[in-house]
């Protein structure tokens, strides 16, 4: 066997890409599909078109590499979270479009949720917070508001998923309906500890367990692509959700080593080993991916806007044309001069949890500039790492050594800087920057024998660049006390109505 081909199937673009045994890139391909914005603070995606891309870009990475089906190991995916999708199971069509993880339409809900006092069950089942975020209130929203929808569910006709069942699904023409345990801990509607999806939870949110899709572990032979669609059936060895995957991809499998991913949003996670421990600073816990059946758990924090924002300075503000001139832009200038911005575009996560919160600039002159903007925008990403780290310690009851970084946006190197200045810890940056595709890699070439374990896998993490604080103690406590600041003005925005 030539390769391991890893489906990462992101927010804003879908891609595959080739490894070879050493764990090196042979191809790489992507594609962006649409975004939807029906409504102030709902998000959806074209489960279609994200099935489309898919396929389209796992065929193109062959073709670029000139490698057979044949040649391929297995087949690892990897996938934005929580993203919801209901289709019908005769036809696979789905039924409305995917309700995505940032969507917000279900805040409402949740906070009568929270007030009817299902918060603690809730935390110590799932590990999770009542929030909009998770797939459960999703999947409510679309039973109760798509014409039909409940009761062909109640009749067994509709199958639910997160984007890895969905995929699955449509490789496999319909023939497999399952889930990992790291997407599946991304529900709200399974039990972490127990390893199932929990009754009392479905029964709260009115959920018919026919929709449900069979949870398997994220390094497992689930079945063949159908052969039509890359010329030869290939196995399909693993799934995890995109945060656990990068987990693994970044080695992090010992006790409290932790990595933060800058894409979309920013998402850090922290190996907590083989049991789940509920967070006392409004973290989550989360099951993490094993080489075999095993168990472990993460904490994560979890932030709704990072790169999103230098997207929003090249299409929103139009200040940039290319994500990559955000670094030189923001370079140009020395600091923000006293402008902060806080990217609460779609409410704030982790450790915060603002569903009502909204995007802030303060500290606005005559003398700003879009070069202040743009650094503030950076700075505002790393403010944000930097209190779900400050959570994460004081959750954990020690420091963290150091971060490993990756996501589009690490490869900013004045982003990177400014984020060990303002945590005053080494920030390390791999070599391999896709390791959210990478862990996928891992976990399909475990499952089929491409790599035989742990320690056949362990040499592929190699370091790229460490980046050590070189701001003072006093000024980076300064910058986050203003951010604070900052941070206050932005919350509790949005009226509910
Ligand atoms: N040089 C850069 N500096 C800052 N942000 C960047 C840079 N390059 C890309 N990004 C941001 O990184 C994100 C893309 O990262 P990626 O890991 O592909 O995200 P996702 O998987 O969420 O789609 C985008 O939001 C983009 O704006
Ligand atoms: O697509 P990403 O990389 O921004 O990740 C999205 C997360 O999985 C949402 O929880």
Redesign the pocket.
């Known amino acids: 066997m030539k390769a391991v081909l890893a489906f990462d199937q992101?927010?804003?673009?879908s891609r595959a890409i080739a490894f070879d045994h050493s764990g090196i890139i042979l191809g790489v391909a992507q594609r962006e599909f649409t975004q939807h914005y029906p409504k102030s603070g709902w998000v959806e995606h074209d489960a279609n078109e994200i099935w489309e891309s898919q396929l389209h870009v796992g065929r193109e990475v062959l073709e670029q590499c000139k490698l057979e089906p044949s040649e391929i190991a297995a087949i690892g995916i990897t996938n934005q979270r929580e993203t919801t999708v209901l289709w019908d199971r005769a036809t696979g069509a789905p039924v409305h479009n995917a309700i995505v993880w940032q969507d917000r339409r279900t805040a409402e809900y949740c906070d009568s949720l929270r007030e009817a006092g299902h918060l603690e069950m809730i935390a110590k089942k799932t590990g999770l917070l009542i929030d909009a975020y998770f797939c459960a209130t999703k999947l409510r929203w679309l039973l109760d508001n798509v014409d039909g929808a409940r009761e062909r569910a109640e009749r067994g006709e509709l199958a639910f998923g997160t984007i890895d069942s969905w995929l699955f699904w449509k490789l496999t023409g319909g023939r497999i309906h399952a889930t990992d345990v790291s997407n599946a801990s991304r529900t709200m509607l399974f039990d972490i500890a127990k390893h199932q999806w929990d009754d009392e939870l479905l029964a709260l949110l009115d959920i018919p367990r026919s929709v449900l899709p069979k949870v398997l572990p994220s390094s497992h032979l689930y079945g063949e692509t159908e052969a039509e669609l890359f010329g030869g059936a290939i196995p399909l060895g693993g799934a995890a959700g995109?945060q656990q995957s990068a987990l693994f991809g970044q080695n992090c499998t010992q006790v409290g080593m932790a990595k933060n991913t800058?894409?979309?949003g920013c998402f850090m996670l922290m190996n907590i080993g083989e049991k789940p421990w509920a967070s006392k600073c409004k973290l989550l816990t989360t099951v993490a991916c094993t080489a075999d059946a095993t168990h472990q758990y993460a904490l994560e924090g979890s932030i709704f806007i990072a790169?999103?924002i230098?997207?929003w300075l090249r299409d929103g503000l139009g200040i940039i044309q290319s994500?990559?001139e955000?670094?030189p832009l923001a370079a140009s200038v020395t600091d923000s001069d006293g402008v902060y911005l806080v990217p609460a575009f779609a409410g704030l996560g982790a450790p915060h949890w603002d569903a009502y919160a909204r995007g802030t600039i303060v500290g606005l002159t005559r003398g700003t500039t879009r070069a202040h903007i743009a650094r503030a925008a950076l700075e505002g990403i790393a403010f944000q790492v930097a209190d779900v780290l400050d959570a994460m310690q004081e959750d954990a009851g020690t420091k963290i050594a150091e971060l490993r970084v990756d996501?589009?946006?690490a490869?900013?190197n004045l982003?990177m800087q400014f984020q060990a200045d303002i945590m005053q810890i080494p920030v390390v940056r791999p070599k391999v920057l896709e390791t959210t595709a990478l862990g996928a890699a891992y976990l399909a070439g475990l499952a089929s024998g491409f790599w035989k374990d742990l320690d056949d896998i362990s040499n592929v993490w190699q370091t790229d660049r460490i980046f050590t604080p070189s701001m003072s103690p006093e000024e980076a406590k300064q910058r986050r006390s203003r951010w604070s600041d900052a941070l206050e003005r932005a919350r509790s925005w949005e009226q509910k109505s």
């Open positions: 992101g927010t804003t673009s995109d800058y894409g979309t790169g999103a230098v997207q994500s990559s955000v670094e996501g589009g946006a490869a900013n982003l």
